[in-house]
């Protein structure tokens, strides 16, 4: 398996504050900020809403509602309102990174234990772990793929790996001080992903499977 540069297609903000934890709708883009959770038109580029919350981690849509880790906890919100429906605990207990939906379960990141979690979205309830041998940031799943950014000094990543045993199949490196808190699919040729305290956030090819299939 040979890394292959990233390529960036578009890069937005600054915007105030950290960028970490990031989803996508179907239409926008969502992001967490320290203290705000903010709505983006990935089109135009303009922000068009924010709530205020505590948002320090991972972010996730479900098709209907807002997953949002704040600190040792993971809050459901009803993306209309900004309300809070309910709480579970997160699993790294505050350590936790970046965080998605998929197969009827949240995936969170727990960074620097370098693991993955499949949890419950009702109670919290740890179903599986997977090891990576990365600190873990952002995670996604898309057409049945498992993705996860890594940010360790000035490198940054995007590795999709083996749901079962955390193998890394592919792997897509970012320019030097390009930094990953965040990530998200948009459910076709586009990642999203987090850049921390560049303030930024960036959208990023996803490899053509024809291009990715192909022997190392």
């Known amino acids: 398996m040979k890394p292959i540069p990233a390529e960036i297609l578009r890069e937005y903000g600054p915007f105030s504050g950290d960028v970490h934890g990031v989803t996508f709708d179907g239409e926008n883009v969502w992001f967490a900020s320290g203290d705000k959770l903010n709505v983006l038109d990935p089109k135009s580029g303009e922000p068009i809403r924010a709530i205020d919350m505590i948002a320090h981690a991972g972010t996730a849509f479900d098709g209907q509602n807002i997953y949002q880790i704040a600190e040792s906890q993971i809050h459901k919100i009803d993306p209309k309102t900004g309300k809070v429906l309910s709480t579970i605990p ?127």
């Open 90 to 216: 997160a699993p790294g207990n505050g350590g936790d990174s970046g965080m998605a939906w998929a197969e009827g379960s949240l995936w969170v990141g727990e960074y620097r234990a370098q693991k993955i979690h499949q949890i419950d979205p009702e109670t919290g309830r740890i179903i599986r772990s997977i090891d990576s041998n990365r600190f873990v940031t952002g995670v996604t799943w898309v057409d049945g793929e498992l993705w996860h950014g890594t940010w360790q000094g000035d490198a940054s990543e995007l590795r999709r790996i083996d749901p079962l045993t955390g193998e890394v199949l592919e792997e897509l490196t970012m320019p030097d001080g390009t930094g990953v808190s965040g990530l998200e699919s948009d459910g076709a040729d586009t990642f999203f992903c987090g850049g921390g305290n560049s303030g930024k956030l960036r959208a990023v090819r996803r490899p053509r499977r024809d291009i990715a299939a192909q022997p190392a």
